[in-house]
Each structure stands twice: as structure tokens, then as C-alpha cells.
């Protein structure tokens, strides 16, 4: 009898794992190869200042790009950056890659931009890649079958000097989501719904693919924002496998291969599949008739709940610390239980984030305000991921949509998302926020969030309080 | 780095679910470029109100915990943000050591790589050294090399990554280990295909 070898089935993860294997250790340790390495204003300086103390040089710094995204300003940009300690950090960046050989995409590039926007934007996230970052939502680049996660400024000591990063091979998940997405539902609130479910460290130690028909017809834009928020669920990474969207979208990008180049590559990418037998270490099942547009109504990711329900009763958890989680994030939201979530008022609405702030999540609150006023008393600012994405929009006429409707239209920038710059929430005011994290204080001190899709959002503005798009017409 | 060996000293009870890293430093102190000072910044929000008066009940404002080099919290310690200054900032601040029944994971790696020691105990073995410290006069003892954690008569016995606590025992660079395997990066770069993006390349189009 012929006996064929068969290769072990593998998942995507451990194919990527494979390939950028430089060492393995006895211990278990493997040393992996980064073919990107993303840097920004604040988790680098302390990096650089330790590299050039230790006297070592940066490995690859044409594997490196930088960017500064957390503290500029979105608005009168003429004026400079006015406070010191930003313009000490960013003065810092620029003197650092000027030194060391690395591009930067200065303020004034249009291709600057958030870090999660300008790197899928540029071609540079490429499936079946290693990317990481001093940033913990570098899990987005997982939309393109990438093994993208975040890491500590140690460590990205540890990538400048080495372009390596020794690790632990992480726990698989699966998350499967099939069937058609009901009205209204949008990639947000997929992954709001997938978090609510799983848990804010239901993720912890794993690697989650996305799996199903919902991702297979998802667009890239919208794949960004589930995996984006993998690390809301605790997880190392999110990934989708690639597949002809992803190719579209890369073809003819800056740095995407060209050519017979790009023949091998897609070739390539073709491989990058969980195989057929290939196991999980664990494994999570969700109907997408089961999912609705989201509002969190607490203090992390997974305090979410549908917009047709009310604001959970901290009684009804049977663990006594999410219990008394609840209790603290009422408190903090100055929420009573059994509040209908249509009835919150917003006084604020941000557009914008690594999470939500691509030329997609722009079109779809344009087309919601299109024609209808901001309402009284609410503020509304837009800030796009990027300056291609500002130039973008302004093209397609999205900006004059806006700014009729009584919005603010920004500069591209991490912004309210957590505040680094001058775009914070005042102590008590709420926020209809398309970013990833309602953290205690995350937008402001005392400010209070609400995480929803950037079409909840823009309906929020439009009404004053949240509304349920499956009925708002 | 300085080696952790045996860590001894008061405990700090802050019993809570998903401290995460915007508390324990929030982002307007990011913007300093500095490795050191960030201890006065700790949990900001909580020590503070929003006069900026020392809250008097916040544990780590007690005189009485001011001693305190072992942190004792809840589960998923340190979730969210990559933001290294976290654990510089508990670092800065005394603290040698934080038990917790889970960390998040980026969290955990951070404080591995400064020698700031994650402890995962059990839900019930945690709850103890809660109770435990709430007498500040109690202490405790963590043996990184035996794996052990004893309180009093309380004992128990704790899981670590073998090569991290090599690492950790003895005080080693993270990079100069890494930089000893400079010949097998050499050759893993040479297989490494052309076309996998690199900034050197020239740039298709414009944008």
C-alpha cells in the first residue's frame, strides 16, 4: 500500500508562525521575525534614548516606518503644536528617525495619519506578514491575514535593535459569524456583539480568527474595525484570511509588490488558510441574525448591550466582581438601571479612531446626516484616519455633508479617542463615540462614553440621544 | 536589569475587575519623553479628585501603605493600552510585584521586561491575601526561584515562564540574548523574499 505524507493540518496563525521562525528555543521560546515595524510619537522615545545608550544601531530601519498620530492637534494647525510636552515628544520623533535612517511621515505629509490607518492605506500590510507596534490596536492589521500585535516600549527597543521579538507561541480561537447580518448591523457591531459575548479578557492568550460568511463578505475598511478591536477581548490578534478583497484593495498601493512580484506574492497569500482538519484551542459560534447595532453603556468594551434594550440591573450578575464592575461603571456613567438606551442623551459625537475613521465609516454617517441637522445643544466633530482619507472625502464631497449638517470637519489624528491632544470631553459630558475603549477618564476626565458604530453615531447627533436604526428612518 | 529574586515587603489590597492601564497612568502623562518619574502620576483618577486633593481614602494615599511593594488587585490586571508607562509608573513607585488571579497580556510582558514581577494566583488564594492585607502590619514573601508566595501561614505556589525566569533570577538583557543569535537573523533576512514590503522600495504611486 502507497502511504502518502500528508502535512498537519494548519490554521492560518500557525502558518504565519511558521514562516517567521528564526529560532526556536527548548524552552519553548521562538524568535520571531517583524517584517513591519510601526512607530509613533509617544511609545518611542524611551526606546530610541536606551538604544542609543546600550550604543546599538537600528537593525532594518527600511522595515520601519514612523508617523505622529496620538498628540497632534485636529484643528488650527498653522498655529504649531502649542503644548510643550507634545511638541518635545514629536520634536523628539523627528530628531530620532533623522538619525537613524527612518521615514517619517511628518505632519504636513498627506500620507500621515493614524498608524493603523496609513500602513493598510500604503500597501506596506501585506497578508502573511509580522507587524507590531508600540500600540495595542495594531491587532487591525489582521484584516489582511497579518500577525499584527501590540507591544511594550521594551520591546520595541528590542524590534529597532534586532528586528526580532522572541514570544511565546499564543492560544488559537475561532469565531465564526455566519448567515446575513440583519439591518442596520454594521462591522462594529459585530465586534461589539463578539466582545459582549466572550468577555474583555475572553480573548486573553489567544489569537482569534475570524471565521464565516460575515467576514468572507465583509470589506477591508470593515474587517480593519473587527480586528482592530481584538485587544477589547483581551486577545493577542485578530485575523481574517485573505481573499480577493483583500488583494483589490492592495493592488496598485505604494508599496505593494508590482509585477511579477506581485504574481508570487498573491500566489503566496493564496496559501495563507486555516486548513481543512486544523484544530482551535478553543472555539466560539455566533448567528449573525443574532447580532444588533450596540451601545456599551459602562466602563470596558464588554459592557455592551442592542440599542432596543435597557441599562443593565448590576444585580443580575452572578459574579460578585462583575457586579460590582457594574455597580462602579453605573456610578461613573451616571446611568440607573433600566434606563431604555434610546432614552441617553449625548451632549457629544466623535467620529473618528483607528477604529472607524476610514473613507467607509465616513460615508456611512454622511449618508445619515446627509440633508438633516446636528441637534441643538450636541457637538460633532469629525476626524479622519488620515490625510488621504481627509483628501479622500473631500473629493467624494463628504465634508460639505458634514459641515452643513453642523459638524465639525478635523485634520486626521488619534484625537478624542483618548485625548493626548487638545480634543477632550469636559467632566460630566457623554460621547456617542466611534473609537474602541470607554475607559474611566479615557476621552477626559469625569467624561463619559458610549461606543457605537459610526451610523449609531451620526444618528445620535442627528437626534440628540441614541436611536435604534432599525426603526429611525 | 536588576535580577528578581526574593521580593519581601507590605502588601496594598485593591480589590478590583479590569484595572486597566488608563488608570493606573492616564494619557496627558504619556507625553513625557523621561524613562523615569512617572510614580507621582499612579492611578491619577483614583488618588485625585477633581480638585486635585489627595483623596484620603484611596489606599495608596494611607500613610499607614505607604511602605506597601506588593500590589494586590483583580483579575485582568493591566488590560488595554501597550502603554509601558504603567508599569514604569508602579516601578517608580516602590512596588516590586503585582498578584492578580489573571494580567492582560501585554501588560505582563512589559513588566517581564523590567523586572516588575506578575504573580497569577487563584480567585481564592487572591481573595485570602486581600483579606490579609488589609492589616497593613502584614507582609509577604515571593521566592521568584521556588515559585512560592507565604503570607503568614499562607502559602501557595505560583506558574511562570521558564525562560522569563531565567531572564528575571538573573538580571540578563533581553537583547544582548536575542543579539548572540545575530548569525541565524542574518540568514533567516537572506530567504526573506523581495517582495515583502520594505520602505526602501520606491513607491508604486504617489499616494
Known amino acids: 500500500m502507497l502511504v502518502v505524507p500528508m502535512e498537519t493540518p494548519r490554521t492560518l496563525f500557525e502558518k504565519i508562525w511558521d514562516d517567521h521562525i528564526v529560532r526556536s528555543d527548548d524552552d519553548g521560546t521562538a524568535l520571531l521575525f517583524v517584517d513591519l515595524h510601526l512607530v509613533h510619537e509617544v511609545t518611542s522615545p524611551q526606546a530610541f534614548e536606551a538604544l542609543q545608550i546600550a550604543g546599538r544601531s537600528v537593525h532594518r530601519p527600511d522595515l520601519t516606518l514612523a508617523t505622529i498620530d496620538h498628540g497632534v492637534p485636529t484643528a488650527n494647525r498653522e498655529l504649531g503644536i502649542l503644548d510643550p510636552l507634545s511638541k ?197 459560534v455566533i448567528d449573525a441574525a443574532d447580532l444588533a447595532p450596540y451601545v456599551s453603556w459602562g466602563t470596558n468594551p464588554s459592557q455592551t448591550i442592542r440599542v432596543t434594550e435597557t441599562v443593565p440591573d448590576p444585580a443580575s450578575f452572578d459574579d460578585p466582581l462583575d457586579r460590582d464592575a457594574a455597580e462602579r461603571a453605573l456610578a461613573y456613567m451616571d446611568l440607573e438601571a433600566g434606563t431604555p438606551i434610546t432614552d441617553i442623551g449625548v451632549d457629544v459625537v466623535f467620529l473618528g479612531s ?120 | 536589569m536588576r535580577p528578581v529574586t526574593v521580593i519581601r515587603g507590605q502588601m496594598a489590597p485593591l480589590p478590583r475587575a479590569n484595572v486597566d492601564t488608563d488608570q493606573i497612568i492616564p494619557k496627558q502623562f504619556l507625553k513625557r519623553v523621561e524613562r523615569s518619574g512617572f510614580g507621582p502620576f499612579l492611578f491619577w483618577d483614583w488618588a485625585q479628585d477633581a480638585e486635585g486633593e489627595l483623596d484620603p481614602r484611596f489606599i495608596l494615599n494611607r500613610h499607614d501603605y505607604a ?57 481564592d488564594e487572591v481573595g485570602h491575601l486581600t483579606n490579609l492585607a488589609a492589616d497593613p502590619a502584614n507582609e509577604v514573601v515571593i521566592d521568584l526561584a521556588s515559585q512560592t508566595v507565604v503570607a503568614g501561614d499562607f502559602t501557595a505556589s505560583f506558574d511562570i515562564d521558564p525562560a522569563v525566569k531565567h531572564r528575571l533570577l538573573n538580571g540578563l538583557d533581553a537583547i544582548a540574548l536575542t543579539l548572540r543569535h545575530a548569525d541565524e537573523i542574518a540568514d533567516f533576512e537572506h530567504t526573506r523574499p523581495g517582495w515583502k514590503p520594505s520602505l526602501a522600495a520606491v513607491p508604486s504611486t504617489g499616494y
Not at chain 1, 417 to 445: H, V, Y
Open chain 2, 67 to 123: 511602605r506597601a511593594t506588593v500590589l494586590v488587585s483583580g483579575p485582568n490586571f493591566g488590560s488595554g493600552s501597550s502603554r509601558e508607562h504603567a508599569p514604569w509608573a508602579l516601578e517608580d513607585r516602590g512596588f516590586l510585584a503585582i498578584i492578580a488571579p489573571s494580567f492582560a497580556d501585554i501588560f505582563r510582558d512589559n513588566c517581564h521586561n523590567i523586572g516588575l514581577l506578575p504573580v497569577v494566583l487563584t480567585n
Open chain 1, 354 to 473: 483607528c477604529t472607524n475613521a476610514r473613507i467607509e465609516d465616513l460615508r456611512a454617517a454622511a449618508a445619515i446626516v446627509a440633508g438633516r441637522q446636528v441637534a441643538d445643544g450636541v457637538r460633532a466633530l469629525v476626524v479622519p484616519g488620515s490625510g488621504l482619507v481627509k483628501l479622500q472625502a473631500e473629493e467624494e464631497g463628504l465634508d460639505r455633508i458634514f459641515l452643513d449638517s453642523g459638524f465639525e470637519w478635523r485634520d486626521a489624528g488619534c484625537s478624542m479617542c483618548l485625548g493626548m491632544n487638545p480634543d477632550i470631553l469636559q467632566p460630566g459630558e457623554r460621547c456617542a463615540s466611534t473609537s474602541n475603549r470607554n475607559f474611566e477618564g479615557r476621552q477626559g476626565r469625569d467624561g463619559r462614553t458610549h461606543l457605537v458604530s459610526p451610523a449609531m453615531a451620526a444618528a445620535a447627533a442627528v437626534e440628540g440621544h441614541f436611536v435604534n436604526l432599525q426603526e429611525w428612518s
Open chain 1, 88 to 284: 518635545k515628544q514629536i520634536d523628539t520623533l523627528i530628531a530620532n528617525c533623522a538619525r537613524t535612517g527612518i521615514e517619517l511621515f511628518d505632519i504636513d505629509d498627506p500620507r500621515s495619519g493614524i498608524v493603523h490607518v496609513i500602513g493598510p492605506e500604503q500597501g506596506l500590510t501585506q497578508p502573511g506578514t509580522t507587524i507590531v507596534c508600540g500600540d495595542s490596536h495594531t491587532a487591525t492589521h489582521g484584516a489582511f491575514g497579518a500577525l499584527a500585535f501590540g507591544i511594550g516600549t521594551s520591546q520595541v527597543e528590542h524590534v529597532l535593535a534586532t528586528q526580532t521579538l522572541p514570544q511565546r507561541k499564543p492560544k488559537s480561537m475561532s469565531v465564526t459569524i455566519d448567515g446575513r447580518l440583519p439591518n442596520g448591523v454594521t462591522p462594529k457591531d459585530v465586534i461589539l456583539g463578539i466582545i459582549a459575548r466572550i468577555g474583555f479578557n475572553g480573548g486573553g492568550g489567544h489569537v482569534i480568527e475570524y471565521r464565516g460568511s460575515v467576514f468572507e463578505e465583509m470589506s477591508m475598511e470593515g474587517r480593519m474595525t473587527v480586528c482592530n478591536m481584538s485587544i477589547e477581548a483581551g486577545a493577542r490578534a485578530g485575523l481574517i484570511a485573505p481573499d480577493e478583497t483583500t488583494f483589490a484593495y492592495l493592488l496598485g498601493r505604494p508599496y505593494a509588490p508590482t509585477g511579477n512580484d506581485w504574481d508570487t506574492a498573491v500566489e503566496y497569500w493564496r496559501t495563507l488558510h486555516t486548513d481543512t482538519g486544523a484544530s482551535f484551542d478553543a472555539q466560539v
